[in-house]
């Protein structure tokens, strides 16, 4: 079995205002050094040995479910489990 995890987040060419949002309140906490903040999403994704190509596989979900390529970029990591 492997384990895949797999984050989503904006381009950087995308304003994010949640992040923004995240940010502010952050520096009206009193942490100025925060510069910049990212939202994004979080999947955990098990997958069965029986699977050939598990990058192929996570590829395909995340492109056409997972992130919105026009807007979001993911990367994910595989481990055997």
Partial sequence: MYKVEIFVTYKESILDPQGEAIKDAVN?????????????????????????????????????????VTMETYRYTIKEA
């Fill in 28 to 68: 009206q906490m009193g942490y100025q050094a925060v510069e910049s903040i990212r939202q994004g999403k979080y999947f955990e994704l098990e997958v069965n040995n029986e699977v050939e190509d598990v990058e192929a596989l996570v590829e395909a979900i995340c492109d056409q479910l997972l992130a919105n």
